[in-house]
């Protein structure tokens, strides 16, 4: 999957929460409903798109979905933002130096 597809995948707020849940701990669709008040047609086309975009994977436990996280994708996302990085890094080291000149 290209970057841009990546991107347009992560700028749909609920996705990033799928997302987040994912990360601490492989989920079922029950769990992801009850813990973002999404109903559960809506978790899954979201969880449909996470897993074509091959940011969850899918495990069948007899009658349950279980899905967890698959981060490598994100490593585009990473290496990407990598050259901006220094446009706010050495903003947040400026304001740090700041608020520890005012004590």
């Known amino acids: ?21 994912l990360r601490i701990k492989e989920r079922s669709v029950g769990e992801l409903v009850a813990l973002l008040s999404l109903s559960q047609p809506g978790i899954s086309k ?15 436990d007899g009658q349950s979905h279980m899905y967890r996280l698959n981060a490598k994708p994100l490593q585009e996302v990473h290496d990407w933002f990598e ?21």
Request: with cysteine.
């Open 46 to 60: 979201h969880l449909r798109i996470l897993r074509e975009s091959n940011l969850v994977i899918l495990r069948k």
């Open 83 to 103: 050259p901006y990085r220094k446009f706010w890094s050495n903003k947040l080291d400026d304001l740090a130096k700041h608020l520890d000149e005012d004590d």
């Open 1 to 21: 999957m290209n970057t841009n597809n990546l991107f347009e995948v992560l700028a749909e707020p609920n996705r990033r929460k799928i997302l987040d849940c």
